[in-house]
């Protein structure tokens, strides 16, 4: 999975501090998703859908909204398709027009919550 080659430190250390269970659900289905990505046939991002089908590949189920936007978040941040996924994420995610907003920002939309921005 190409992580941007600039981040793969952060990216490593956001694994290792992610232990707890829940985190780490997230994380895998996140590479999971970052798997595929890179998967002959997903040129073209369905973001919701991938990150179901990479949930119900590793037999992670019960996925919570805030989940879905946290594992988003990771993929946009640190893979090298990320702003692509974040961008198809936002706009499939939005009630209004905050979708566009928050791809205006660098956001990521987080379906329990408003916004993620990044420091």
């Known amino acids: 999975m190409p992580i941007i080659k600039e981040k793969e430190e952060s990216w490593l250390w956001y694994q290792g501090v992610n232990m707890d269970d829940l985190s780490r659900s997230c994380v895998d289905i996140a590479k999971e998703v970052m798997r595929l990505l ?30 879905t936007g946290e594992i988003a978040d990771m993929i946009s941040r640190y893979h090298s398709r990320g702003k692509e996924f ?14 566009e907003r928050a791809n205006i920002l660098g956001d990521t939309l987080n379906p329990a919550l408003l916004s993620i921005r990044p420091k």
């Open 86 to 99: 974040r961008e198809k994420w936002n706009l499939s995610n939005q009630i209004n027009h905050e979708g």
């Open 38 to 67: 890179d998967t002959p046939g997903h040129e073209t991002i369905d973001a919701d859908k991938l990150i179901i089908i990479a949930a119900a590949n590793i037999n992670e189920s019960g996925i919570t909204g805030a989940m």
